[in-house]
């Protein structure tokens, strides 16, 4: 059965602002997937709303390798940890040393 042009934009419109699945959609509505597929296609409806060009960045922490040596003759050798976490690790220590 042919849709008049109208039709389809309807299909396309209704299905887009339901919760419904495109299978679900068509099964309510008598239509085949493959045919609202090539709908979507040919009259170039996408399944997902295009992005603005804008993402949101989340800044990670600067990683470092470090090597302490220390007056006593011990290496140190810290990885995976930030310059800061590093100092904290050495307050810490020097803290639990005094």
């Not at 389809?8 to 008598?30: E, P, R, Y």
Request: charged share 25%; aromatic share 8%.
């Amino acid at each position: 059965m042919r849709h008049p042009r109208e039709a389809i934009d309807q299909f396309l419109g209704q299905q887009a602002s339901s919760s419904q699945t495109v299978a679900a959609f068509c099964a309510d509505n008598d239509l085949k997937v493959p045919t609202f597929y090539s709908w979507k296609k040919k009259y170039n409806r996408p399944d997902t709303v295009e992005p603005s060009g804008f993402c949101e960045l989340t800044p990670v922490g600067e990683v470092s390798k470090r090597r302490l040596c220390l007056p006593s003759g011990l290496e140190l050798e810290i990885t995976g940890l930030s310059i800061r976490e590093i100092a904290e690790l050495v307050v810490e220590i020097d803290r639990a040393h005094v």
